[in-house]
């Protein structure tokens, strides 16, 4: 099969689908694997680093797409991918659909085959190519969102770990999975004082094991109310696979906060799930609303490029091997998957979508 590889275009996205080493063992493999011109640069993967393991490279992107029958890339397809993308073309990546219609539309009216990363599911119901993506940005909401409390940003000037004489800092974290638990674990390290809402008590449990400065509760709404009030950080970070995400912050709790505090809304790509979230891009980050800052990038893992693009090619290297097999289509959790094929929405998450 020839395997296409695109350079990312989303603003400041640096990571790439497959590194080196992945692209080698596919063309062991027997297939062809073809990359757009300096796709891996932004990595710190050269175009010689491909190449002297059989890659071929193409001048362009609609090179590239011309040539490839299984489009893999990291981040939806936006106005450039668009043109190029062709009903024939088998396209797995991120999709994030359920917060796009317009997106949604472009790709059913192209009538390709879209499997997404955050949709492939396992029977127990985990997200394997969604976790190692959900750790690095709950480990980058706490580390932004540590660097925006500061005066200089706008912060009101409040460090988390505190120090003798003073009052630690205070994170609150909605969700305990891998985005949540993460970001928990890193503001606790840190020596703030961290409040965790879970619904599932085995995570409540596994909250409570980091430490005597962590405290787990179950969401009731007086209870987040008066806990977010008091917060200096919130890290949203909250799923439903393949739907839009559930608001856990409404715009009164939000104004209750103090000013110069600070919102990362990891969920900003299945839509956010406070009530004044809306997307923002690394080349501007962030928005004050009700006074209080707002962190909600889509691509945060984009930041990391040399880690992340590790991290997810490990991750998807075993399904695009089982997508090249030639009977994909029997691998359960690459079907549950499809959100778009031949025209059709198919994830049951999107159904009844507007677009």
């Known amino acids: 099969m020839r395997i296409g590889v695109p350079k990312e275009t989303k603003t400041l996205e640096g990571r790439v689908a497959l590194v080196p080493a992945a692209a080698g063992d596919l063309i062991h493999r027997g297939h062809e694997v073809w990359l757009e011109r300096d796709a891996g640069i932004k990595s710190g993967f050269r175009d010689d680093d491909y190449t002297r393991l059989g890659v071929h490279i193409a001048p362009d992107a609609a090179a590239l797409y011309d040539k490839g029958e299984l489009i893999v890339k990291v981040k939806e397809p936006i106005e450039g991918d668009l043109a190029l993308l062709r009903r024939d073309h088998l396209l797995f990546c991120y999709l994030h659909l359920a917060p796009l219609p317009g997106l949604t539309r472009q790709l059913l009216d192209i009538g390709l085959t879209g499997i997404a990363f955050e949709t492939v599911e396992l029977e127990n119901g985990d997200l394997p190519l969604l976790a190692p993506m959900s750790i690095i940005a709950g480990k980058i909401g706490v580390q932004v969102g540590t660097h925006l409390l500061h005066q200089p940003m706008g912060g009101k000037g409040k460090l988390l770990g505190g120090l003798p004489s003073t009052e630690r800092g205070k994170v609150v974290v909605f969700g305990a999975g891998a985005a949540g638990g993460n970001s928990a674990a890193l503001a ?5 004082n961290v409040v965790v809402f879970e619904k599932r008590q085995d995570r409540m449990d596994e909250m409570m094991r980091l430490g005597n400065n962590v405290t787990a509760l179950y969401p009731y709404d007086e209870v987040v109310a008066r806990e977010v009030a008091s917060a200096d950080l919130v890290v949203g970070a909250v799923l439903v696979t393949g739907a839009v995400a559930p608001h856990v912050l409404n715009r009164d709790m939000i104004r209750g906060m103090e000013d110069g505090s600070v919102l990362v ?26 006074g209080v800052i707002h962190f909600c990038v889509t691509n945060m893992p984009g930041a990391v490029p040399q880690t992340s693009s590790q991290a997810i090619c490990a991750a998807i290297l075993p399904w695009v091997n089982k997508l090249t097999s030639g009977n994909w289509r029997d691998n359960e959790a690459l079907v549950r998957g499809i959100n778009i094929a031949s025209g059709d929405i198919v994830h049951p998450a999107l159904k009844g979508m507007q677009v």
């Open 188 to 192: 606790a390290s840190g020596g703030a």
């Open 265 to 290: 809304d990891i969920s900003i790509d299945q839509g956010g799930c406070f009530e004044t979230s809306r997307a923002t891009t690394w080349k501007e980050p962030t928005y004050v609303e009700e």
